[in-house]
């Protein structure tokens, strides 16, 4: 049987029928066209998501226009993403915040927030703040972030002594990659990802969906390897939309991925076909690792995968043919389920067979510009760390574990006893959070949350900062490791609307309350960049001119033929066997552990991107609420008639743990199996001041009850929860 | 006569709707309009699946019913090219262009009370850009250009890929292709 399903997206055309005045029959001026008034650009360097990207800001008759790619832009081909064109609905949001609020009391108990002036708010936090470097010592105060302007509250923080921080994308998202990677080839993937797709002549794609997530050059350059008729390779249970675009697309039982990574370096060693050349000069453990996979052979695999064994013998052949030009992309939201750095170490020891890693069509040696730091006081040196909070646990996580962190953050003697959280929504990115955060909320002395928006965190809050969008401030220059060398710079296109401000003044007005002037000797963050762009031969004004200045390499962007290179790893070479990790007590090798089995009556929960929002962070946003209003919850046919649900109908999701979703429509689709549903993240907003997207659809983040933290790291694997339809409309069978 | 044509390449688009925001900033479309909008359509059962994306909008028909039928001039062409637009001091909202287009492809009324739809950015390609849809996609699968030129490059993608183009037997020989 063949079936189709249309679906039209962003389909309001006729929505406007409703608003036309219908007495109007004659007709009506036409309006001038766009671009005929007085327009003026200024450069800017996107934040509607953490790529990027340098574009411009235009405004015609002083009004906001339009924002459009800076051509200059390597880092971002020129071009902006779906989100970063839809940047002045950011600016123009009628929800943003607008003047600090203070938690207050009123006489009958009733607690609510009062607009406050900036003096009242910033006193009060830092006497909060010296009250805490004094009774316990300023490392209990911990930053929670995310995103390009929190430099300014870490630099805060350091100068008050204080190194404690973390961050979601780290154990919430691509931590266990990270540390993967470095525990196998002493290096990260970065950000933006190292991956030579744009010369590759084969890409592999595990549960990575680029294009439903828009990370710019990942997207572009996937594009340009279809084009250049590259072989691609999809592994997910779903058909998505790489896999749409991919001559192999292997619809994996969810969970088994890392006995199909065995078992293509089983058929690579077995075959002959790895890069033994490149073993031999950069590796450690080859023996070692072909005696570990051998059990894991094509046939046994298939048992588990679903992956029949000539498809898997004939995609590792396809990888072999191309290598070294053949990326096994590591992704990025890596925690899954738990073993998320072994499966990202196998990742990296597949590449390392095949002798892509450093290599053309693999992956790149990323290069930044050399760009001094302006000369400022030494740091204090805090008596603590982040760690210190949970001593003892995950010895190989390289960052902050936000929750290892907030944990210790609960109770009259916790470990953190304030919290500065910038740009993150913790009730949204750590799953099933929201009782602890109540708990640490309850005890914290101090809780700041420097915000744009009304989300969910500012409702934790004691004050709430109200920052300026990024079109309204200056912050750091970019200066990513990548491709090519470049600096991008952000600037105010506008004043900041409403009392907000930006995020450097507000760090340097607090750093003023707390005796560290010398650490913020500028009068105008400007005055920062302007030195450190003079000392790289370019100014403040040149780049208000270009927005973007290309600097050329100076080293080389792969290893050369047979060059010698010391890895940074204890034994100077790419671990395919990690003695660093058998001497802790942890498998030196990846090894497969079989999912939980789905409980009756319920599906996998599949959560993932789509690319009109970041998130929940952009879902309030009214030209990108416009294209995508909600998620949706995919259901297979032959599940959605056992349930009797149709497309476009509404239904709750209950966890096993007993949570209840909000409703959210159903997409009956055959891109789904029957064993799971999917749904993008960053729905289903409970703060009513988020007036456009409160309530509307579902939030995975809180029916996640069974979180597989990851022993090495602290990650929170999140794939291996369930669900199942709220009871009314399931059929009495 | 200049015969404008957009070529979208279905192979590469990833349905994310960069072309349907940037139009709207551009253009300054009311709030609750769009001139263009993107359809997916998946065929097969699972695990035997092919998705399609593409970026839909006015054809600028080579035949536009669209204007033949508009009983005020309101519905023109731009200059000596296929590019149709609507004249807001003419348009009465009758909607005769509405029920004469087979593409569904004109906004049914701009709040200040005309006919509103796809320009095709002839305030852009008057300048020698490309509209803005095109330019902003991050795949870069559409393309704009000019078929009567042989040496265009759209000219060159329809002689040299497999094509097609929507509801071929309306007669109305529309300008946007799609890659396959
Ligand atoms: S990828 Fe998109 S949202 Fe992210 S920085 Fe670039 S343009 Fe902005
Ligand atoms: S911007 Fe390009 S890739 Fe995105 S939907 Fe439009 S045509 Fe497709
Ligand atoms: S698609 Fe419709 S509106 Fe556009 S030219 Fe053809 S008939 Fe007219």
Known sequence: MKRREFIRVSSLLGAGAAVAPS??????????????????????????????????VYRENGEIWKITGNPDDLHS????????????????????????????????????????????ALDFIADKMRGIAETVGPERMLMLHHGSGSRHFVHLLRAYGSNSRAEPAFAQCRGPRDVGFRLTVGE???????????????????????????????????????????????????????????QYWLPIKPGTDMALLLSWMNVLIDEGLCDQDYIERYTVGFEQLAAHVRPYTPEWVYLETGIKPDVIRETAREMAKAAPATVVHPGRHATWYGDDTQRSRAVAILNALLGSWNRKGGFYIPESVDLPEYPLPDYPTPKAQTADA?????????????????????????????????????????????EKLKAAANTLDLLVVVETMPSEMTGYADVILPECTYLERYDDLRNSGEREPSLALRMPAFEPRYDSKPGWWIAKQLGSRLGLDEYFPWQDYSEKLD??????????????????????????????PGERVQFRTPSRKI???????????????????????????????????????????????????????????????????????????YVRLASPAGAISNPVRVRVTERIGPDSVFMAHGFGHKSKRLRLTAGVGADDAGLMSNIKIDPLMGGTGMRANFVTFVQQRAKSS | MTRFAMVIDTRTCIGCGDCVVACKTENKVPAGLNRDWIVEATSGT????????????????????????????????????????????????????????????????????????????????????????????????????????????VSRLLATRSWKVLSPETGNEPNVYYLT
């Open chain 1, 390 to 434: 949970y001593p003892g646990k995950w010895p190989f996580a390289s960052q902050g574990v936000t929750n290892g962190a907030i944990e210790a953050s609960i109770g009259e003697d916790a470990f953190f006893k304030g919290w500065l959280v910038y740009g993150t929504n913790l009730p949204q990115s750590v799953p099933n959070v929201e």
């Open chain 2, 46 to 153: 699972y695990p035997n699946l092919k998705t399609e994306f593409r970026s839909e909008r006015c054809n600028h028909c080579s035949n536009p019913t669209c204007v033949t039928l508009c009983p005020t001039g309101a519905s023109h062409l731009w200059q000596d090219s296929n590019i149709v637009l609507v004249d807001a001091d003419k348009c009465t909202g009758c909607k005769a262009c509405i029920a004469a287009c087979p593409y569904d492809a004109r906004l049914v009324m701009h709040p200040d009370g005309y006919v509103d739809k796809c320009t095709f950015c002839h305030h852009r390609v008057e300048k020698g850009l490309d509209p803005a849809c095109v330019s902003s996609c991050p795949t870069r699968c559409m393309h704009f250009g000019d078929l009567d030129d042989p040496g265009s490059e």
């Open chain 1, 531 to 560: 030195w450190q762009l003079k000392q790289v031969g370019s100014s403040l004004e040149e780049m208000q001119r270009i927005g973007v200045k290309n600097f050329p390499r100076q080293s080389p962007l792969y290893f050369r």
């Open chain 1, 188 to 246: 990260s993937v970065s950000s933006p990802e190292r991956t030579d797709m744009a010369n590759a002549r084969c890409i592999v794609f595990l549960g990575c969906h680029i294009g439903e997530n828009l990370h710019n050059a990942q997207v572009q350059t996937m594009a340009e390897a279809i084009n250049r008729n590259a072989t691609l390779i999809t592994v997910d249970p779903r058909f998505s939309v790489p896999a749409g675009k991919s």
């Open chain 1, 575 to 649: 671990e395919l066997y990690s003695k660093q990790l058998a001497d802790q007590g942890f498998d030196p090798m990846p090894v497969y552990t079989p999912p939980d089995p789905v409980p009756n009556g319920y599906y996998r929960l599949n959560y993932g991107r789509m690319p009109a929002h970041t998130f929940g962070k952009t879902t309030n946003n009214p030209l990108l609420f416009e294209l995508t209003p909600e998620n949706q919850l995919w259901v297979n046919p032959l599940v959605a008639s056992q349930w009797s649900l149709s497309s476009g109908d």
């Open chain 1, 23 to 56: 007495f109007m029959l004659s007709g009506c001026a036409a309006k001038p066209l766009p671009g005929s008034g007085a327009v003026t650009s200024t450069p800017t360097v996107c934040d509607m998501c953490f790529w990027k990207c340098a574009g411009h």
């Open chain 1, 77 to 120: 081909g020129g071009r902006l993403c779906t989100r970063g064109t839809g940047g002045p609905g950011a600016y123009l949001d009628p929800d943003r915040l607008k003047q600090p609020l203070m938690r207050v009391t009123d006489a009958d108990g009733r607690q609510r927030f009062q607009e406050v002036t900036w003096d009242v």
